[in-house]
């Protein structure tokens, strides 16, 4: 350049748009057993399971109107706000980044016992955006202590029995003892010829074992004293 000339300068303006790309995540968990954020390895039938279930909104816009449905097999759990499941949850809002930390709970029954309990988790937005998640839960398997009386020998029918169920890995005992899980009298009466005959225990107690994978059943003989 020489002394008097001007430069002329030229500024370039472009604009750039983002593309919106909404998404959504969820987390699932098991948030307590019977009130306990131990979790065991396997729930029992009666257990209460509480699922916690996260929610994030992982896109670039703000999404509105989420709701959340929460299955088990072919039931519907109610999803709630609080862990103490009692404050039921409604639709809402999340800024992109935003969490909600949402429960449901479940009681196990008789019938999923040693069965695998898979609870899923979605969340769906007004326009259609959702994600899911699920977490599988393992339940004990039941078995039936059968306790069976008899006169004279373990043949024929029993005059009388009792059963109970128990969760694998269950202790159980057969004794003359308060306290087990069946208390075997030691003498019985039975009627003979109109006249009321004393009978003793002729069996061995006390018996007792763990539950594993099959039924156990035990047979008391009493005799004529």
């Known amino acids: 350049l020489t002394e008097g000339e001007t430069v002329a300068a030229t500024a370039e303006l472009k604009n750039v748009y983002i593309k919106d790309e909404p998404g959504l995540s969820v987390e699932k968990t098991v948030h307590s057993v019977n009130g306990s ?9 009666g257990d209460v399971i509480v699922y916690k279930i996260v929610v994030k909104n992982t896109g670039n816009v703000a999404l509105t109107g989420i709701s959340v449905t929460d299955t088990l097999g072919s039931q519907t759990l109610t999803v709630y706000n609080d862990a103490a499941c009692e404050d039921e949850a409604e639709a809402f809002d999340l800024a992109v980044g935003g969490t909600k930390e949402l429960y449901a709970a479940y009681t196990v029954q008789k019938a999923d016992a040693g069965e695998t309990l898979t609870n899923t988790a979605t969340a769906e937005d007004e326009d259609g955006t959702e994600g899911d998640d699920d977490v599988p839960v ?5 078995y039936t202590l059968t306790v069976e009386y008899y006169y004279d020998e373990a043949s024929g029918e029993p005059f009388k ?3 109970y169920t128990l969760n694998e890995g269950n202790s159980w005992s057969v ?3 308060t306290g087990a899980t069946h208390v075997a009298p030691e003498t019985v009466t039975r009627v003979l010829d109109g006249a009321n005959v004393n009978y003793m225990l002729d069996t061995t107690l006390p018996q007792s074992g763990t539950m594993g ?7 008391l003989v009493y005799v004529k004293d």
């Not at 393992?138 to 039941?142: F, G, I």
């Not at 994978?213 to 047979?219: C, G």
């Open 138 to 142: 393992e339940v004990k398997k039941q």
């Open 161 to 163: 029995t009792e059963e």
């Open 213 to 219: 994978e099959t039924d156990v059943t035990v047979d």
């Open 175 to 177: 004794s003359t003892v």
């Open 37 to 45: 954020t131990t979790i065991p390895a396997k729930v029992e039938v």
